[in-house]
Structures are given as C-alpha cells and as structure tokens.
C-alpha cells in the first residue's frame, strides 16, 4: 500500500452451518507487511523489520443473552518473579465475557479458623471459555508442608460465587519454593532457642565456680 493511501481488505470467517452456538467468539485479524522478493543472500547478515498488526473480532451468531459460569478448577503453588504465589485457577465455562468482577480469597490452615493469606481484587474481566490464575501473595512468608484450605468469593454485581478447596503442599514442594524464593522472611526460632540454650548453660557454670569459691 502506497504511503498516504489506504485499502478494504475482505476477510472470509466460515461458520458453523448445522448449529447455532450461543454467546460470543473473541479472536482476531493480523495484517503483517509483505515479506520482501529480495534474494535472501542479500538480507542475510541484516536486520530486517516487518510490521504487524492486530484487529480484535468479536463474534456472535444469536442474541440470546449467556450468563457466566464460574467455577474454581484447582489449586497450585507457584512462584512469580522468584516470589511463592498461592494461585485459585478460576474458570470461566460460559461463552460470554464476565465484566466488572470482584475476587477476594483467603487461605487458612485446615481446621484453623485464624487466615494466613489474603488477597482483593476489583473491577476484572474474563474472556469467554478462559481459565483465571488468581494468585494469592503469601507476604514474603515461606512455605510450610500441610494441608490448607481456600476461600474464595467472586462477584459481578448480579450473581455471586463462593468456594471452598482443600489443598496440600508436601515437604519436597515447600523445601523447593522456598530455596528459590528471594527476600522471604527467616524464621529465627530455633535459633534463638539454642543462643537462650548457651547462655544458660554459661550462666549456670559461673554460678557454681562462685559458689566454689566462696566454699573454699
């Protein structure tokens, strides 16, 4: 396309002929430059750049109104930027866009009434027929092997969704969060109980040494 000028460009989408589908497709058009007719020894040791870009579609074939179907799929642990997440994969099964939608989730230690970890979040969308990894910080604490549960609520203003799962983190996922984990927060217990452990012993040595003395 010559510059200053423009072009319609006519972009066949096939449907399906025997069903209708209810709710909404999202996708997308990419209009790419086209690639150069130079011999490819000439470009070989250069920097070549094509410019691409993207046109949102949105496609419906009824409008018959679907409501979101959420649903809480599973549970994980993982790390996002070398920091442990605690992550709520929440589904969205409806083939509609959920708008505006509030999460809040909190993770307690099974049977504990007492939260760990909490997270809220806002005003989110979801894509039709997507999966949500909602992760949940865990305040640069690290891990412990057990089993806990998440509570989740979701809410878009018209309905409302609660979960509740248990998971397990093991012995062998926690170690491994938590060595790779940067700036968690050490847990200097055990050692203090030996520094307390020392100076008793210390001090109980001296005490007989004085009382030695003053016998003698």
Request: a negative charge.
């Amino acid at each position: 396309i010559p510059r200053g000028e423009s072009r319609i460009l006519t972009a066949l989408v096939q449907l399906p002929k025997e069903q209708i589908f209810d709710g909404i497709l999202l996708g997308g058009l990419t209009i790419s430059e086209k690639e150069s007719t130079k011999d490819s020894s000439e470009t070989e040791n250069q920097i070549t750049n094509r410019f691409v870009y993207s046109i949102a579609v949105m496609i419906a074939q009824s409008e018959d109104a679907v409501q979101p179907d959420l649903s809480l799929k599973s549970v994980d642990v993982e790390q996002r930027n070398r920091r442990n997440f605690i992550v709520g994969n929440i589904q969205n099964r409806a083939s509609t866009i959920v708008n505006h939608f509030d999460v809040e989730a909190t993770i307690f230690k099974e049977g504990e009434t007492t939260p760990l970890f909490h997270e809220e979040r806002v005003d989110m969308r979801m894509a039709p027929n997507s999966t949500l990894a909602y992760g949940i910080g865990t305040n640069n604490q690290p891990l412990s092997s057990g089993t806990y549960e998440m509570h989740m609520k979701a809410t878009n203003g018209e309905e409302e969704w609660k979960w509740i799962e248990s998971f397990t983190i093991t012995n062998e996922k926690a170690r491994e969060m938590n060595n790779s984990a940067v700036e968690l927060e050490k847990d200097n217990t055990r050692l203090y109980l030996i520094i307390a452990g020392i100076v008793i012993v210390i001090l109980f040595i001296v005490i007989l040494v004085l009382m030695n003395r003053e016998k003698i």
